[in-house]
């Protein structure tokens, strides 16, 4: 029996004109999750978010809450919360005023508002219009709107856009609390520094399919496998880099002092530069991050790359 807060995608797929948006888009959100939904620009994620949340049909495939369709479920917004723009909101309302007509539409009472304003952080400035409001601001304003319904699923597209320091600290804890009480949280940011703090599970997209689809400390252990970090003087970094080529080794220069070695064991990189008597003041094994996970996979699946200038 499906729980009612799993959100299971499966073979979504969607034309616009031309353009083929969705291409069997297949994964699954669970509860007691934050699961960070990646890819580059074009790559399908917002049209999926959108499908989930019945706001576009699909052409093939099925995108179910709880082993129901978003249309099937009875007050939707106390199954499935969402953001997925900030800005669409009736600028001349206040905050307060916005939530109480979502809230009436929902049979949800006037001190819920209240409680999910100070949950967001705007409780002293829920009589202010939100025309006014930041970027930052609007999307807590959004988050709080998503919560209205305390729904099992929740569902924030970008929701880092315009945060600033502060606010992406309290973003951070505010995921890591809602999977912690047993939701479904569904993440899709491009900033990857912060969802490598936050998510447990990543599906990487592109082109309009599933690229990957595994827990964040799986893909950061297979990104790092077979790669070593070799700290030398700068003095001796293009020395130590030519070595190690010379030795079969793929090496990048990632910083002054700072070389990443892949396809030599690092007792094979001690070794090699050793007998050159090339100088070195550590070796280590790499840990990759979350972004270079990331680019590593995505990397033919780019649908606009600049041009890189010398």
């Given amino acids: 029996m499906t729980d009612d807060a799993t959100v299971e995608v499966n073979g979504l797929r969607k034309r616009f004109g031309s353009t083929v948006a969705l291409d069997g888009m297949t994964f699954t959100v669970r509860p007691g999750q934050v699961t960070g939904f990646v890819g580059p620009n074009g790559a399908g994620k917002s049209t999926t978010m ?25 007050r939707p917004l106390c199954r499935v919360g969402s953001l997925l723009d900030a800005g669409a909101l009736q600028p001349s309302r206040t905050a307060r005023n916005h939530l109480l007509w979502l809230a009436h539409s929902q049979g949800l009472p006037a ?91 990543v599906v990487v997209v592109g082109r309009g399919r599933v690229i990957a689809d595994a827990l964040v400390a799986d893909l950061l252990a297979a990104a790092s496998a077979d790669r070593v970090t070799v700290t030398a003087p700068p003095s001796v970094a293009a020395a130590a880099a030519a070595v190690l080529r010379t030795a079969g080794a793929t090496v990048s220069l990632d910083g002054p002092d700072t070389l990443t070695v892949a396809g030599l064991p690092a007792s094979a990189v001690v070794a090699r530069l050793t007998a050159a008597g090339v100088q070195f003041s550590e070796v280590s094994t790499h840990r990759a991050t979350l972004e270079e996970a990331y680019f590593d996979l995505t990397r033919d699946a780019v649908e606009f790359r600049a041009e890189v200038r010398s």
Avoid: C, K
């Fill in 50 to 74: 959108r499908m989930i949340l019945g706001l576009d049909a699909a052409d093939s495939g099925t995108a179910l809450i709880g082993g129901r369709p978003y249309r099937d479920l009875h």
């Fill in 111 to 201: 001190r819920r508002v209240d409680e999910v304003l100070d949950q967001a952080g705007l409780g002293a400035v829920a009589r202010r219009r939100a025309g006014g409001f930041s970027l930052g601001m609007r999307q807590r304003l959004g988050i709080a709107a998503a919560m209205l319904g305390d729904p099992r699923v929740v569902m924030l597209d970008e929701p880092f856009n315009g945060m600033d320091p502060e606010g992406i600290v309290w973003m951070r804890g505010f995921l890591r609390a809602l999977a912690a009480e047993g939701r479904a949280v569904l993440v899709s940011s491009h900033l990857m520094s912060e969802l490598q703090g936050v998510a447990d599970h």
